[in-house]
Structures are given as C-alpha cells and as structure tokens.
Nanobody
C-alpha cells in the first residue's frame, strides 16, 4: 500500500496551492483520510480530515483557508490551500486509517496515532 503525495512548491504569501494524495494497493472508500504537516523544528500537527462520504474537520490554524476533499473513484484526497501564510511552510503528509470509519469523534481522528498509512510528504514553502 502506498500513498503518493504531490503538489507542493514555492508560493508567495496570499497565494494558493492544491495538494493531491493518491492511494494504491488498496482502497480507502470506507476510511478516514487526512493531512498533517510538520514545520522545521516543530512537531507534526493535524491539518484536516475527510470522512468517507465527505464530511470534513479542520485544525484551528487552517480553518476557513484550507479545504479537504476526496474522490473515492480515484482513491485520491486533495487539500486546497488558500490565503497562504509563511507560517504554513511545512512538509505536508497525507495519511489513511486502515479501519472502517465510525464510532469516534472528529477529535479522535485528528490524532496522528490513528493512521496506519502515510505518504512521503510534499514540501510547501510560503515566502513573505
């Protein structure tokens, strides 16, 4: 099983980027998929997650600026990032839970320990 993330790059503050993460080796149509990020010198933090039927949940620092979506027919989850700030500079990781979603709260699934599969990370750099 692999998660392949792409779409990172260099962007000016105020700009936008869209990250993609495509799964191969199995499907995740009934599973939570999410995005995390790790800035230099900081711990990995939760960014956003999407339930199988599209319900979403966001970290406070990105709420209103980032949008997560998924296309289960393509085994792909997206992260649309707008109004980017230098503080958004980080390596962004996609992740997927091996278990069928349900029975837990959004806050539970915001914990990185939930996730069994991780992408390799894609670097987003926001210049001021």
């Amino acid at each position: 099983v692999q998660l392949q993330a792409s779409g990172g790059g260099l962007v000016q503050a105020g700009g936008s980027l869209r990250l993609s993460c495509t799964a191969s080796g199995r499907t995740f149509t009934r599973n939570i998929m999410g995005w995390f990020r790790q800035a230099p010198g900081k711990e990995r933090e939760f960014v956003a997650l999407a339930w199988p039927l599209g319900r979403t949940f966001y970290g406070d620092s990105v709420k209103g600026r980032f949008t997560i979506s998924r296309d289960n027919t393509k085994s792909t989850v997206y992260l649309r990032m707008s109004s980017l700030e230098p503080e958004d500079t980080a390596v962004y990781y996609c992740a997927a839970d091996a278990n069928v979603a349900g029975g837990r709260s959004d806050y539970y699934y915001a914990g990185q320990g939930v996730y069994d599969y991780w992408g390799q990370g894609t670097l987003v750099t926001v210049s001021s």
